[in-house]
């Protein structure tokens, strides 16, 4: 079982940029592609970016799209998201999680939170 521990949030203001950073243990992070989604208060948890397992396929929501970056290194287990230009909608609590070979994301992090002020 892959465990996942995402770091990197914090408050900031708009315009500034955050790299959020998601940690896995347990089984092999390369065979698998992995999503950061996002849940703003009172709101659903959104899907922001996934990356396939070696890294050149990337897929990003239309409100991200040219401010956020996902990256992965599969020798350190870890999957990246570069946040820039960042905006008050984006603040939300960020989720990294597993993709399984079916498609369905299975595997989650406990999540990190980002506040952006105006």
């Known amino acids: 079982q892959v465990q996942l521990v995402e770091s990197g949030g914090g408050l900031v203001q708009a315009g500034d940029s955050l790299r959020l950073s998601c940690a896995a243990f347990g089984r092999i992070f390369s065979d698998y592609a992995m999503g950061w989604f996002r849940q703003a208060p009172g709101q659903g948890r959104e899907l922001v970016a996934t990356i396939n397992w070696s890294g050149d396929m990337t897929v990003y929501v239309d409100s991200v799209k040219g401010r956020f970056t996902i990256s992965r290194d599969n020798a350190k287990n870890t999957v990246y998201l570069q946040m820039n230009s960042l905006k008050p909608e984006d603040t939300a609590v960020y989720y990294c999680?597993?993709?399984?070979?079916?498609?369905?994301?299975?595997?989650w992090g406990q999540g990190t939170e980002v506040t952006v002020s105006s």
């Open positions: 999680a597993v993709r399984s070979k079916l498609g369905s994301y299975n595997i």
